[in-house]
Nanobody
Framework: QVQLVESGGALVQSGGSLRLSCAGSGTVFSYLAMGWYRQAPGKQRELVAQ???????NYEDPVKGRFTISRDNAKKTVYLQMNSLKPEDTAVYYC???????????WGQGTQVTVSS
């Protein structure tokens, strides 16, 4: 099994920056496809960004050009650098990992990001 723990969420002013971290465990971390999702009150959980085991990245339109996802397999950690934050970025951000060999899906507990106007 894999355990994921997010950290770095905070209250920040519009236009500010935050760096979220997702610390993983287990020996298969480097094989996982990782992603960041977010969920605002009253809304469905939505994909924000993805990074594959080979470090290819994909971003959803609302965060393109502002957010950067990266991974450090030696530290078993995935990051989300968030710049030019907007109030609409306010949400609980979740880390996700997928093991294609076991068809397994792992989730962290979430970290709160609040962007004030």
């Amino acid at each position: 099994q894999v355990q994921l723990v997010e950290s770095g969420g905070a209250l920040v002013q519009s236009g500010g920056s935050l760096r979220l971290s997702c610390a993983g465990s287990g020996t298969v971390f480097s094989y996982l496809a990782m992603g960041w999702y977010r969920q605002a009150p009253g809304k469905q959980r939505e994909l924000v960004a993805q990074i594959t085991s080979s470090s290819s990245t994909n971003y959803e339109d609302p965060v393109k050009g502002r957010f950067t996802i990266s991974r450090d397999n030696a530290k078993k950690t995935v990051y989300l650098q968030m710049n030019s934050l907007k109030p609409e970025d306010t949400a609980v951000y979740y880390c996700n990992g997928r093991n294609p060999f076991l068809a397994a899906d792992y989730w962290g507990q979430g970290t709160q990001v609040t962007v004030s106007s």
